[in-house]
């Protein structure tokens, strides 16, 4: 936008000299939304448990020499699922985590720095570690993402100087669909206290958000919907800003070129139309990819 290439009337907002007037650029901003999910296990320690299962020797040595194991991540698995049952499509509308480190009150200090939580958040999460009498407040999340959010943001300049920072407006969860979607993850995430291992371990969630749950009782909709309020967090795939396509607020072409201005193309996150059901990074090295390829077939180099 800087360049004078992105919605007519903003750019003249700015004083920035229109050199194309492409009204997508900068919006149809999306991101994938999650909420964290707290378990809690009563037959066993965790710490115990995972020193002795997990940080082994066997298992260090599978690290260091071959780059395998369970030490090679933090995430133990991922899934996708359908939740909504909406006839229109088929593929996934939650991706989800399992997560093995357990949470702590001052690590949720820091995301509550990072995420911008309100004080009473904070506050909730360290009593619900005192009522379990614990430093931490589960031993393990399940983390349950939007896969395909509905709502979406912008992004516009501040002003025309490059080093203001830019007014990003992700709008997450203005889109109520986004927040029933989460709140169907939530009852999804539930079923595994069913599950046979859980019943082995003494499994269960713990969601304890005092402000929440004295608005709306435990376990309803409503409790589910102030929790996904009060926790849900970016993904960090922020994408779609510039996307390609034909129709008036496209951005490129299926080439990555800008329409309307010659020799310039876009090979990044933002020219996704919608975003990946999964995450954003390996999407990327496509694109990359895939731009390297046509600029070498466009200069006839293959
Ligand atoms: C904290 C975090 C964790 C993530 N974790 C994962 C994950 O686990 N898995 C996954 O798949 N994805 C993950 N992602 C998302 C993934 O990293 C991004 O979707 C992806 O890197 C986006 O690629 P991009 O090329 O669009 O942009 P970027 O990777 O952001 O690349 C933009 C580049 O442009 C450069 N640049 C910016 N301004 C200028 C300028 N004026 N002039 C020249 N260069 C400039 C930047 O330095 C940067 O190198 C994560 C992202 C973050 C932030």
């Known amino acids: 936008m800087l360049s004078g290439i992105g919605p007519k009337e903003h750019l003249n907002k ?8 492409l009204p997508g650029v900068g919006s149809n901003l999306q991101d994938h939304f999650m909420i964290s999910l707290g ?17 082994t020797l066997s298992n260090f040595a599978s690290y260091l020499f071959h780059g395998s194991g369970p030490l090679t ?23 989800f985590y399992l997560r093995s480190s357990p949470v702590k009150p001052d690590s949720k200090d820091v995301m509550k720095k990072l995420f ?11 009593e619900a570690a005192s009522l379990f009498n614990s430093d931490h407040v589960s031993d393990f999340s399940i983390l349950i993402g ?6 979406s943001g912008s992004i516009k300049l501040r002003s025309s100087n490059y080093l203001d920072h830019p007014i990003i407006d992700p709008s997450y969860l203005s889109d109520t669909r986004d927040v029933t979607t989460l709140v169907e993850g939530i009852h999804f995430a539930k079923k595994f206290e069913g599950a046979e291992i859980s019943k082995k371990f003494g499994i269960r969630m713990v969601l304890f958000m005092k402000h929440c749950s004295s608005q709306h009782g435990n376990a309803t909709d409503a409790f589910y919907e102030c929790l996904v309020r009060s926790l849900a967090l970016t993904e960090y795939h922020p994408c779609c800003t510039a996307n390609m396509g034909k129709d008036p607020m496209a951005v490129t072409d299926a080439r990555l070129r800008v329409h309307g201005i010659s020799g310039l193309r876009v090979a990044d996150a933002s020219i996704m139309p919608h975003l990946t059901t999964a995450n954003t990074q390996a999407p990327c090295y496509t694109i990359g990819e895939k731009a390297a390829h046509m600029i070498k077939q466009h200069w006839g180099l293959i």
């Open 14 to 21: 700015m004083k920035i000299d229109v050199a194309k007037d």
């Open 146 to 151: 939007l896969a395909h959010p509905h709502s």
């Open 73 to 95: 991540t933090t995430l133990d698995a991922v899934g996708y699922v359908k939740v909504m049952h909406d006839e229109k499509y088929d593929w996934p509308d939650i991706h």
């Open 39 to 55: 378990f809690r296990l009563s037959n066993v320690d965790i710490q115990e448990f995972v020193s002795s299962k997990v940080v």
């Open 116 to 126: 911008n939580y309100k004080e009473e958040v904070g506050d909730d999460l360290h």
